[in-house]
């Protein structure tokens, strides 16, 4: 006889707060517990942010890119700031995933599905508990939904309203990229809306701009061949994401639908796991392995075949399409040799899951100055060196995930315009990672673009 599923959850011994019986890594520690589970209780009874369709309809488009029908584009900041949640910054991250995607819609013949790694995340793993400065140390920055990034005593003290304030951020964040959205802003017949400034004296400006005009022709001779306009061309769908770190945060917007089987964190469409919180016996992999939503994992050189066999196992049991998403990020010179076996471990799992690669993480270097950089050159280098790895084990790199900014920033050295250590300080203003910045990130896609035309 088999046991009984309750519909409602399939899961039945997983619970929205089964995790704190794990151990629970990166979590802050608040000097006062009341005021604490009073914010919790206020965020559990919020509206959502996002909707159960929303998050299935993403699940379906993980999917078909891990079949290869598709291909994802997952880009934002590495944490944001309470500070820039305001309307220029956040068009112009939009701005740069449309441009980027634009760009890989036209070279790769393929839709994209567009994930932006903002409207939430606003906490950040750290290596270490206190940061020390001088002969001064005091508890590390966590992202603004935790404490605040100044050096000072009483800034770096945990405090629960600000995890009120990121979900009220994140909401308006969430809010306008909708209205952008529906409002036309995506509109392929429009693509001059999403210049910036700066892209004028960009020297692949002229390059983006025959493309720009390649895709108007075709649009206006097909519709001229249909007589009218083409539907869907008008708006984009628009997904977001975030690190589920935070776990109290997390629990508190899962929730069960009507009509839909299980809980769903509704705080975001597609969380993931870091590399710092996968232990498999862990609260981060318990939490997320109850919820409906497509989890990510962060893969990299510490992790071998048998700890991501067992977290592939964990994750998605029902091996269901679009469920889980593996995001690898060795380094430069460390993912030829380390992907191959972990490839092969996953396919020994009859799992089908969607490969990603992050170049960005294992790519991070600190100068002489002190400034935390990436170069240009390593992280092309690894996506390059990915795609071509998956390619002779047989496998298919289904996406990309970058750090990056809209805004005119220095904090990556190389690129089209050759940036170098020295034009670090003239505008540097990460708070966490440094990001590739909009010309470097148009750049990225015209090259993974080359790359899959030309197979070098």
Request: glycine fraction near 8%; proline fraction near 5%; include cysteine.
């Amino acid at each position: 006889m088999t046991a009984s599923v309750d519909k409602l959850n399939p899961r039945g011994d997983w619970r929205p707060d089964s995790w704190q019986d794990r151990p629970a890594v990166q979590q802050p520690t608040y000097p006062d517990p009341d005021a604490l589970v009073q914010v919790l209780r206020k965020l559990t009874s919020l509206p959502p942010l996002v909707t159960s369709w929303e998050v299935n309809a993403l699940r379906s488009q993980l999917a078909r890119a891990a079949a290869g029908d598709y291909f994802v584009l997952q880009g934002g900041d590495c944490a944001e700031s309470f500070d820039e949640c305001q309307s220029s910054i956040i068009s112009n991250r939009l701005k740069i995933l449309l441009q980027m995607s634009l760009v890989l819609v036209h070279g790769l013949k393929k839709r994209v599905v567009r994930i932006g790694r903002f409207a939430g995340q606003y906490a950040k793993p750290r290596s270490t508990d206190t940061e020390t400065r001088g002969d001064v140390s005091l508890p590390s920055y966590r992202g603004d939904n935790i404490n605040k990034s100044e050096f000072t005593a009483e800034a770096r003290i945990p405090d629960p309203q600000l995890l009120a304030s990121g979900h009220a951020h994140a909401a308006m964040t969430l809010n306008f990229v909708r209205a952008l959205v529906d409002g036309g802003f995506a509109d392929l017949h429009h693509p001059e809306y999403w210049d910036l400034d700066f892209v004028k004296h960009s020297p692949l400006a002229a390059e983006y701009q025959r493309m720009v005009a390649s895709i108007s022709d075709s649009l206006k001779f097909m519709e001229t061949l249909a007589g009218s306009k083409l539907g869907e061309i008008d708006r984009v769908n628009f997904y977001t994401s975030h690190e589920a770190l935070h776990l109290h945060y997390e629990q508190a917007q899962t929730r069960q639908v009507p009509h839909q089987a299980g809980w769903y964190n509704l705080a975001t469409h597609f969380p993931w796991i870091g590399m710092r919180t996968a232990d498999a016996k862990g609260a981060h992999v318990e939490y997320c392995r109850g919820i409906r939503n497509p989890v990510g994992i962060k893969v990299g050189p510490g992790m071998t075949a048998d700890w991501l066999r067992q977290l592939v196992e964990i994750l998605d049991p029902e091996n269901e399409p679009g469920r889980l998403t593996l995001i690898h990020r060795f380094g430069a010179d460390a993912v030829g040799d380390h992907l191959p076996a972990l490839i092969d471990a996953v396919r020994g799992t009859g799992r089908c899951v969607l490969w990603m690669s992050d170049p960005m993480h294992g790519n991070t270097e600190t100068t002489r100055d002190g400034y935390k950089t990436r170069r240009f050159d390593n992280i092309l280098r690894e996506l390059t060196t990915s795609f071509d790895v998956h390619t002779d084990n047989g496998s298919h790199l289904g996406g990309v995930h970058f750090e990056l900014t809209g805004e005119d920033v220095t904090e990556c050295i190389g690129g089209a315009r050759g940036l170098a250590e020295v034009d670090l300080k003239r505008a540097y203003r990460s708070q966490v990672d440094p990001r590739l910045n909009y010309e470097q990130a148009l750049e990225m896609a015209m090259l993974i673009v080359r790359k899959n035309q030309n197979g070098s």
